[in-house]
């Protein structure tokens, strides 16, 4: 996975070619979380300090190859403007000869955002024509938006075809050397904490997380799936009723592979889920009328103590309703324990990231991943079309 590094180009006084990930919420024309947009910055500062004009591309939203002023990213200009301290010049058009005379006029060490890649439907397509207008722009291409490398898109790969070298910005060589760790030989004991609604969208990483962790503990709502699969009574919780048998096997699976397939003993119920559903605890099999919501006491404590003894854990998807304060222990516990260890530690998809802001840990991992579907599917050991079309280093 050893890719070029934007620090070993020659960048002084050429134009470069940026791909980010400045899909950020807005409202009324404001930028409400600007999270992503910081964690460009230190690809952008370097290329500006060594000289570079920086011409930036993003995606923001959903809109289908159509002009929606309510998806331009020219807010996300002035708030980037702001995080530089110095202003960033900003296009109308991704291509053409209005992108093409902004960045003429762009001097040593400016900053250029482009509009919405996706106004224009042959960004989503892939066309060559359009990744070629794109590259036309500038002289070198780097890709640092690894939210979206799991996707062949124009900006994402297309692109990177037209230029003699595709480095990768210092976001995306920081998600390689983490995630990498999980790949080849990852340091024992290795754990993975996997949380979230349905066994169906993670079954390519429970497979293979099983064959290169030592355990993989189970909790949020895809547990209730692999305790029915196990004959237990789950109540009214969430159930993925066609990955039943799916999970029966991989349960089967776990011992003929020397793994731990480890599921909650114990769990925290409710009547309705509502603020005011009140929580109740109850052991393996959940009683009719209560829907799980949370692992139980027992189950955290046995996943924390996992946690602690190991050398490296990756956590993708919440314990529990953490968004409900009464259903909340669960998850926390797990960013806790995580922050606690001497472990390596990876925290990916949207959710368990939410709850490691909200429990005030963030600092304490030692990386949260910038890309919920990108980082599964590298856990998966997929190809990323964005990563492979890169150069290696």
Not at 4 to 26: C, H, I, M, Y
Not at 241 to 258: D, I, Q, V, W
Not at 338 to 365: F, K, P, Y
Request: with cysteine; glycine share 10%; aromatic share 4%.
């Amino acid at each position: 996975m050893a890719k070029l590094s934007v620090e070993q180009l020659a960048v002084a006084g050429k134009t470069v070619l940026v791909r980010v990930d400045f899909n950020v919420p807005l409202e009324g024309g404001r930028v409400t979380d600007d999270t992503r947009i910081t964690a460009s910055l230190p690809t952008i500062r370097h290329l500006i300090g060594q000289g570079a004009r920086v011409v930036l591309m993003s995606h923001l939203g959903r809109p289908k190859g159509q002009r929606k002023p309510e998806l331009s990213l020219q807010p996300v200009a002035r708030r980037l403007g702001e995080l530089l301290g110095a202003p960033v010049a900003f296009s109308p058009e991704a291509i053409g000869e209005t992108a093409q005379k902004a960045v003429a006029a762009l001097q040593t060490g400016g900053v250029l955002l482009l509009e919405n890649l996706r106004y224009y439907p042959e960004e989503e397509q892939n066309d060559p024509a359009f990744a070629k207008a794109l590259a036309s722009l500038a002289d070198v291409f780097v890709s640092d938006a690894f939210g979206t490398v799991h996707r062949a898109h124009a900006s994402t790969e297309g692109v990177a075809r037209n230029f003699p070298q595709a480095a990768a910005g210092f976001l995306i060589a920081k998600e390689l050397e983490y995630l990498g760790q999980t790949l080849g030989k990852p340091k024992r004991p290795f754990v993975a904490v996997l949380g979230g609604a349905k066994v169906g969208d993670k079954i390519g990483v429970i497979q293979a997380l099983l064959k290169r962790a030592d355990s993989v503990l189970i909790g949020g709502a895809m547990a209730y799936t692999f305790l029915k699969s196990q004959g237990h009574s789950i109540g009214k919780s969430l159930l993925d009723e066609p990955h039943l048998e799916l999970a029966r096997t991989l349960l089967a699976e776990a011992p003929k592979l020397g793994k731990a397939l480890v599921l909650p003993i114990d769990h925290r119920v409710a009547t309705e889920i509502s603020p005011q559903a009140r929580a109740e605890e109850c052991g393996v099999d959940i009683p009719e009328g209560r829907i799980g919501l949370d692992i139980g006491p027992a189950t955290t404590l046995a996943f924390v103590n996992s946690i602690r003894r190991a050398k490296l854990v990756v956590w993708n998807g919440p314990m529990g309703m953490f968004e409900l304060p009464a259903f909340a222990q669960g998850t926390f516990a797990v960013a806790q324990a995580m922050a606690e260890t001497e472990a390596v530690t990876i925290v990916g998809g949207g959710d368990s990231v939410a709850a490691v802001n909200q429990a005030g840990m963030a600092d304490r991992i030692s990386h949260i991943s910038t890309g919920g579907g990108a980082s599964l599917e590298f856990l998966e050991g997929r190809k990323l079309p964005g990563i492979a079309v890169l150069s290696d280093a």
